[in-house]
């Protein structure tokens, strides 16, 4: 079987260099536990320009074939550096990005990197229970996990992955900080004062948990704030309930995604 990576990184102009010293992470929250997420993913990045970061999510066990790149994609672990008993290390070289991606408003962030070789699931390390039949479920209290910035002041990645709640902003009220930036595709959500995504979460799934402990994935990470992650500003995130025409065409499943 072959396995897709659910990234949001659509543009390595957005996605952050993986330099311990000022890569950018999640502001405030807490550890996560051990396999609390097993469909997270931590996905490095080699271009001519550098070495880049970003998160994203395990999500189905089909493949067709896209353009070129080189990831190195660490799975089944919340260790940056992919240790782990139940660590898996992975490799790809294949990816699409949304047709209709704008990199000046980010409209569209979303794409698939295609995994070289099967991964052996377990109860660390899973697909995504992506999205259920019907309508989004409101994205009123979520989520947001990811390796990245936990202070403006205090760049670099983190060492363990690291969750923080959030709650569900109006895209009108969003507008008021974002401007026309803001689309249908998108969601706005924020948490706490010095609670939210930062820096080096680009990518990194929104989870709600519905259906007695159901983990979805209603979006993914694909912005801040200029003025800070501990500003109050809501952070921008892709709303994947737009896409999942797309993604069944580009992974050929229909139905639900966790089957």
């Excluded at 072959?2 to 000022?22: D, E, Q, Y």
């Excluded at 502001?27 to 490095?44: D, E, L, V, Y």
């Excluded at 039949?133 to 990245?148: D, K, R, Y």
């Excluded at 902003?169 to 948490?191: F, H, L, R, W």
Aim: glycine residues 10%.
């Amino acid at each position: 079987m072959k396995f897709f990576v659910l990234l949001l990184c659509a543009n390595l102009v957005w996605s952050f260099p993986n330099k311990k010293s000022t890569s950018p992470r999640i502001i405030g929250g807490s550890i996560a536990r051990s396999g609390q997420f097993p469909f997270a993913a931590a996905i490095f990045t080699t271009t001519l320009d550098g070495n880049y970061f970003c998160g994203g999510t395990l999500l189905t066990d089909q493949w067709r074939n896209f353009r070129a790149e080189l990831f190195e994609i660490h799975l089944g672990t919340n260790t940056l550096d992919g240790s782990g008993p139940y660590a898996v290390k992975v490799s790809a070289d294949e990816y699409i990005l949304h047709p209709e991606y704008d990199p000046l408003t980010l409209d569209n962030d979303i794409g698939l990197i295609w995994l070289r070789l099967p991964v052996e699931f377990s109860d660390y390390l899973k697909p995504v229970d992506f999205l259920p039949f019907g309508e989004l479920p409101p994205v009123s209290s979520a989520m947001a996990i990811g390796w990245g910035q936990i202070a403006d002041d205090d760049p670099g990645l983190v060492t363990d992955l690291r969750y923080v709640y959030v709650t569900s902003v109006s895209n009108p009220e969003c507008k008021i900080v974002y401007g026309d930036q803001i689309t249908d595709n998108m969601v706005c959500a924020a948490g706490n004062y010095n609670e939210r995504t930062c820096f080096g979460d680009t990518g990194g799934p929104l989870v709600q948990i519905i259906n007695r402990g159901q983990a979805v994935v209603p979006a993914i990470s694909s912005f801040i704030s200029t003025n800070g992650c501990e500003s109050p500003d809501p952070s921008g995130y892709t709303r994947v309930f737009t896409y999942v025409d797309w993604i069944r065409n580009i992974t050929g499943r229909t139905g639900q995604f966790n089957n």
